[in-house]
């Protein structure tokens, strides 16, 4: 069955490939007697290039020509099939086959903004697409272009490989998670390594950097992509250049851009009236002689709209938040140079605000304002024939404004306020005619939530900067050996981050009162003795790290014939030092150091052979066990270049195999507060260890004790990885392009606390050994179609798919009589719980069924399956339920395509296999005064109803134990598909530009987040089971791009 299957798919993929291009394989036989094709080559703003070249692809002897002073040509071609090729330094080159045309313009596009096509930035240099024998994608930097402040955003579904997804839409709090080709370890540090001009920084780092700014971005997954990176690429590299200065005239190009953001959803609540019934229904279904919160006459006046102040009915989230707010964003860079110097400056400015409101009687403005700004200067010096220097500064900076907890803990604090109990503020009156402050509602002693309070009681501010130098020099050896080049950097950063707060006690006030024939009422104060009327200062977190990095490399290539062979050797050394350490361990350099080297070997552009190594040492182990060796094997086959493939390949333009193997170390294992292994880490003056000494009548003493929170244990070593890649890479007609890569990753060595050590050892820490195993396996695909009608319109369509399992093979566990409980063999990021069957019907069946051990439950409670069958629900019937936490599939797609001046693209990204627990205890209505969900209030179990498969239990007041174990009851599917991005753009004519002095002006109009398909509605499903955070954003934006020459 599977072959068939198999048969059938292969089938379907061959015809669709024949079908798309029938049209070229019914010409194959129609060939034209020789002519002479004439035309023009033009630049991006119209205007004729001169000397490019053009060639007839394949032609013996070579036909070529070159254009004209005012870029004219004409060459001669044999056939309609024939390829123009189109070259010019600076730009793109082209490939276009003749056809019945007589005429072929062509314009060339600057290599700046299709460099990815033809080369991959790769560690330490650069190769052609076509010679890379590591699992290398780079991400078009167009693809990178959304309206977001935060890099981060841009890249979910964008790369195949790249595991990404977005938890919050916070302004400063919304950075992506993302992983490469999923995670095989439960050490601390399971992120890739971010470089960005060969400088180690931070997601937030990353997130600050301007796609204006980036030149390329690559992802290595991949041993021997990574091997030269050591132990800090274990967990896969993401690698970003920046731009440089090119030899010209100043160029300056301005973005603008101006957009709404809104909340992609909000969750639902229930009106008050519904919320006060039901409250009522919580505490009568659980005890009928119980007391119920709200009369009749309560409930009537509310609905009736009396009083407001008296019968509060408020909508918290419309009183703390507003519908939508607006950002802007700004980037202008120059660029220019001569045959010294080159230069590439920019700085950028980006403001986003919160949806947070602001009271007017306050004189500052508590919503969310963070305003980040960056500065680059790139400058390239040609100090002699052979030595060029490049000098690279930049700096980031966020200066943020906003609520004392953050914009997240607003929304949450909007869910735990009860709607009826009090209004947000009481007007004056004649009673507090001289009350300078705001009279916030409460009730009580005052200690229920008043979001409106909490928002407006003060504000934080915090900086972050990050400031980045260095120095790189490249020496041309040839005079010693032709193909010899050395290469040394430099680079030192300071990041640095401080909060403040101020903030003022609120007034709170309580109804004490209401006289219903005046229509009056009566408030006290209820914390007068601390509330204030001045805003009070305090101080937060201090940090300051440095940062100093160098490498020096040497560099050698050469060929002979049909030989091809290059090599290099890189050191490197890295020293960081954390100011605010708060112990003398940590207070003491972190320092690594690193010997790499590769060396590659291609026959032909056909055959490739490529082998690296890593020599890594760390701090944390022991001297046996301080340096490690990672040594990977790469070959390649370019099928598509041997002389039986040349009939086929007008079909099939490109196949190429691949397949690397090798080892990866890691040192980020364990806890990063664990920095040496081999060491015992000792408190000589531990309180938790005091003694005291006395009888407590007459003079007594104590003395703090030692406590050991770490053992020494020299054996501690590297966690090690080995990883295998198969990939297969095709192109057909010129035009279709689809590389799939297949991998395999085994990891030993990781480090975890010893189970088996007995207590009565006394020991007062874990011991830890490398005694963990996991592993992980997948395929990524990508797709890339691009195709040109004519001069006028054209067209292009991408995806990518990844699928990555990881799993444990040896974990040190109980040993347990139930098979199920074992994790290995389970994801990394497996659930836990119980199977939830259904509700109870009424308390006879629930006092007839297998006990469950969680308090008091009844009818309309979760009822659980007795999985061992020993009459009692336990821990030993949790099983593993739902999917893994982190998405095992993620997916992207999208087309764009262009008529004439205008333009237009839309992305889809989508993510599957991964399952979120919505936490009960946060989501229980009425206990705290939590609010209640318009979905559980319209689907819930009761006395009425009895649906045992509502969504939400029998109410009740308090939290319910039985209901809110992890269990399959409130297991949610985490998988979507989401239009992610759509933009059209339109590009004002050549003549019109001329006009205006530029050389390019493009207006266009954007949308991320438009919508999403999913079996999940209570919130956005990205944002998993935190659903009542700061929602994530739809954003509609105008800009504007024009560039002066």
């Known amino acids: 069955m599977k072959k068939t299957l198999v048969l059938i798919a292969l089938s379907m993929v061959c015809n669709f490939v024949f079908a798309l291009k029938s049209g070229e394989m019914k010409t194959l036989n129609k060939i034209a007697a020789p002519r002479i094709i004439t035309g023009t080559v033009l630049d991006e703003t119209g205007a004729g290039i001169p000397n490019v070249t053009i060639s007839v692809e394949g032609s013996k002897p070579k036909r070529a020509a070159m254009t004209s002073p005012d870029g004219k040509y004409s060459i001669q071609v044999n056939s309609d ?35 990815l096509e033809e080369v991959a930035v790769v560690a330490f240099g650069t190769q052609k697409k076509n010679d890379l024998v590591g699992a290398v994608t780079s991400i078009k930097v167009s693809d990178l272009k959304i309206p977001s402040s935060n890099l981060t955003t841009a890249l979910a579904g964008r790369a195949a490989g790249l595991i990404a997804y977005q938890r919050s839409g916070e302004p400063g709090q ?6 490469i080709r999923g995670v095989t370890t439960f050490g601390y540090k399971n992120s890739p390594l971010i470089l960005i001009d060969g400088m180690e920084l931070t997601t937030t780092d990353l997130a600050r950097l301007q796609p ?15 091997a030269l990176y050591g132990a800090r690429g274990a967990n896969g590299v993401i690698l970003v250049t920046t731009k440089q200065g090119k030899v010209g005239k100043a160029e300056i190009t301005l973005r603008l851009e101006n957009s709404l953001s809104s909340a992609v959803k909000n969750v639902e609540m229930a009106d008050p009236i519904t919320y006060m019934k039901q409250s009522n229904e919580s505490i ?24 407001p102040i008296i019968y509060p009915a408020n909508d918290w989230r419309q009183l703390v938040f507003k519908d939508y707010t607006m950002n802007q964003r700004a980037n ?33 403005n508590n919503n969310i304002d963070l305003t980040s700004y960056s500065l680059r200067s790139n400058v390239t010096i040609n100090l002699t024939k052979s030595t060029e220097m ?13 609520p004392l907890d953050g914009g997240a803990d607003m929304y949450k604090k909007v869910m735990r306020s009860n709607p009826v109990l009090f209004p947000q503020y009481y007007p004056i009156d004649a009673a507090h005619a001289f009350v300078k402050h705001i009279m916030y509602g409460n009730y009580g002693d005052g200690s229920y939530t008043n979001p409106y309070a909490d928002l407006t009681r003060g504000y934080k501010n915090y900086s972050r900067s990050l400031m980045l130098a260095q120095l790189e020099v490249k020496q041309d050896l040839s005079a010693l050996a032709k193909g010899l080049s050395f290469r040394v950097m430099m680079n030192t950063n300071r990041a640095s981050f401080f909060d403040v707060r101020r903030s003022y006690n609120p007034y709170l006030y309580t109804l004490d009162g209401y006289d219903p024939m005046a229509n009056t009422y009566f408030i006290s104060n209820i914390n007068e003795a601390t509330g204030t009327e001045y805003l009070d200062y305090g101080e937060g977190e201090k940090t300051l790290n440095s940062t100093f990095y160098m490498e020096s490399m040497l560099n050698y290539s050469t060929s002979y014939k049909k030989h091809g062979f290059s090599g290099l050797l890189v050191y490197m050394m890295q020293n960081n030092i954390n100011a605010n350490a708060g112990d ?32 890594n040492g760390s701090e944390r182990f022991a001297e046996k066990n301080r340096f490690g060796f990672f040594p990977s094997v790469g070959l390649a086959w370019s099928i598509s270049n041997e002389k039986f493939f040349e009939k086929i390949k007008p079909i099939v333009n490109n196949l190429r195999l691949r397949a690397t193997y090798g080892f990866v170390g890691n040192d980020a294992i364990g806890r990063p507060e664990d920095r040496f292994f081999y060491l015992s880490n000792v408190n000589m003056n531990a309180t938790e260890r005091a003694a005291f000494f006395g009888n407590g009548q007459g003079p007594s003493f104590g003395l703090n004790g030692v406590n050991i929170s770490r053992y020494a244990n020299a054996d501690i070593t590297w966690e090690e990885s080995t990883k295998t890649n198969l990939a297969l890479e095709v192109g057909l007609f010129n035009k279709l392009k689809i590389t799939a890569d297949f991998y395999s990753e085994q990891r030993k060595n990781i480090l975890m606390e010893r189970s088996a050590i007995p207590v009565t050892m006394g020991l007062t820490a874990a011991v830890r050994s490398n005694v963990g195993e996991a592993s992980g396996k997948g395929m990524d695909i990508s797709m890339d179609y691009q195709h040109s009608v004519n001069q006028d319109l054209w067209f292009s369509a991408t995806g990518n798919f990844t699928y990555a399992k990881s799993k444990f093979t040896v974990f040190e566990e109980p040993v347990y009589d139930e098979k199920y409980r074992s994790v290995i063999g389970k994801p990394i990021f497996q659930e836990y719980g119980y199977i939830a069957e259904r509700l109870f019907v009424d308390d006879a069946e629930a006092l007839n069924s297998p006990r469950q051990n969680f308090g008091i439950y009844g009818g309309g409670d979760i009822k659980y399956t007795d999985v061992n069958r020993d009459g009692q629900i336990t821990e030993a019937d949790k099983v593993p339920i739902g999917n893994s936490k982190l998405p095992e599939i993620v997916y992207g797609f999208g087309f764009s395509g262009g008529y004439k001046n205008f333009d237009l693209s839309a992305f889809f990204q989508g993510l599957a296999n991964e399952s979120f627990w919505i936490d009960p205890n946060i989501t229980s209505p009425f206990n705290n005064q939590t609010q209640l969900l318009k979905a559980y209030a319209d689907s819930h179990w009761s006395e009425d109803s009895r649906d045992v498969y509502a969504l939400w239990p029998r109410l009740s007041p308090n939290i319910n134990v039985n209901n809110n174990q992890i269990s399959t009851w409130f297991m949610r599917d985490g998988a979507f598909l989401r239009l992610k991005q759509v ?8 003549k019109l530009q001329k006009r205006l002095h530029t050389s390019s002006f493009r207006i266009y109009v954007n949308a991320t987040n438009l919508f999403n398909i999913s079996k999940f509605n209570l919130w956005d499903v990205e944002m998993g089971g935190d659903g009542l955070g700061y929602p994530i954003q739809r954003v509609f934006n105008v800009g504007l791009n024009i560039s002066l020459k």
């Open 584 to 615: 003398l361990q940590q207070s003491l350099p972190f320092r690594n150091v690193g010997l790499s080297g590769r060396a590659t070997y291609n026959y032909d552009s056909r055959y490739y052979l490529e082998y690296n190594f890593g020599y």
């Open 284 to 307: 009568l279904t659980r005890n009928p002689l119980g007391t119920i919160l709200y009369s009749d006459e309560k409930i009537a006046n509310t609905a009736a709209g009396v009083n």
């Open 212 to 226: 204006d700014d980036i030149a390329s971005f690559s992802i290595m997954k991949d041993a021997t992509s990574t």
């Open 983 to 990: 933009e059209l753009g339109y590009k004002i004519p050549e």
């Open 81 to 115: 099939l024939e390829v123009l090729i189109f070259s010019y330094v600076g730009y793109a080159t082209q490939k276009i086959t003749v056809g019945e045309k007589n005429t072929v313009n062509v314009k060339l596009i600057p290599d700046d903004k299709n460099a």
């Open 174 to 179: 919304d950075n992506a998670n993302f992983f």
């Open 332 to 364: 202008l860079n120059v660029t220019g140079g001569g045959e010294v110097a080159k230069y590439f400056v920019s700085g950028s400015l980006n403001k986003d605000n919160g949806m947070l409101k602001v009271d007017p009687r306050n004189n500052f």
């Open 390 to 402: 490049i000098v690279r500064l930049s700096g980031n900076f966020d200066d943020y404004t906003g």
